[in-house]
T-cell receptor, first 112, second 116 residues
Framework: GESVGLHLPTLSVQEGDNSIINCAYS??????FIWYKQESGKGPQFIID?????DKRQGQRVTVLLNKTVKHLSLQIAATQPGDSAVYFC???????????FGTGTSLTVIP | KAGVTQTPRYLIKTRGQQVTLSCSPI?????VSWYQQTPGQGLQFLFE???????NKGNFPGRFSGRQFSNSRSEMNVSTLELGDSALYLC???????????????FGEGSRLTVL
């Protein structure tokens, strides 16, 4: 199967600092990527997406960077807040249809 | 607009039994996908339905099946339950309104299945 991996399983940051969560994907044909946030006891929540024809996309306090050359995806969270504490997943879509492959997740802890 | 609704939220079964989980997508969404989430394997794709047809299928045994109704609601069934089937089963819907244009997935809160 596909492999979508994360470099770090856990990340702790101080409140107010910026967070960077990384993700490596394996399929060079993947053309659509999504970052999800999952809080304990809840389903994954959409944060931001990016298509392969872009290398950067910004949302509210979040930025996703895509480097297709090295098949790397990152999520940057500005001014991290305690409410950002959660597990973050990257997901890639290598084909038409909604079959996504998810990374194993990074647990982000924000220290007040 | 109501989100993706999954029922039941929690259930306990014993080995050998079967289970049916239900998912109501966001109104207007025609694509419904199912994922299994476990601590060891993470989120794994089970199958996707679009307009009552299975469009994609993951690498799960035939004990896992699903269907979609004309109103886009979907059910998944697991027969002959095994201990390893204990997991959070997540349903996601997508608008998928343009051919070749994958849309973002909106997830429900999941159905947590425990097999004893």
């Amino acid at each position: 199967g596909e492999s979508v991996g994360l470099h770090l399983p856990t990340l702790s940051v101080q409140e107010g600092d910026n967070s960077i969560i990384n993700c490596a994907y394996s399929n060079s044909a993947s053309d659509y990527f999504i970052w999800y946030k999952q809080e304990s006891g809840k389903g994954p929540q959409f944060i931001i997406d990016i298509r392969s024809n872009m290398d950067k996309r910004q949302g509210q306090r979040v930025t996703v960077l895509l480097n297709k050359t090295v098949k790397h995806l990152s999520l940057q969270i500005a001014a991290t807040q305690p409410g950002d504490s959660a597990v973050y997943f990257c997901a890639e879509n290598p084909s038409t249809g909604n079959q996504f492959y998810f990374g194993t997740g990074t647990s982000l802890t924000v220290i007040p | 607009k109501a989100g993706v609704t999954q029922t039941p939220r929690y259930l306990i079964k014993t080995r050998g039994q079967q289970v049916t989980l239900s998912c109501s997508p966001i109104s207007g969404h025609r694509s419904v996908s199912w994922y299994q989430q476990t601590p060891g394997q993470g989120l794994q794709f089970l199958f996707e339905y679009f307009s009552e047809t299975q469009r994609n299928k993951g690498n799960f045994p035939g004990r896992f099946s699903g269907r979609q109704f004309s109103n886009s609601r979907s059910e998944m069934n697991v027969s002959t339950l095994e201990l390893g089937d204990s997991a959070l089963y997540l349903c996601a819907s997508s608008l998928d309104d343009r051919p070749g244009h994958t849309g973002e997935l909106f997830f429900g809160e999941g159905s947590r299945l425990t097999v004893l």
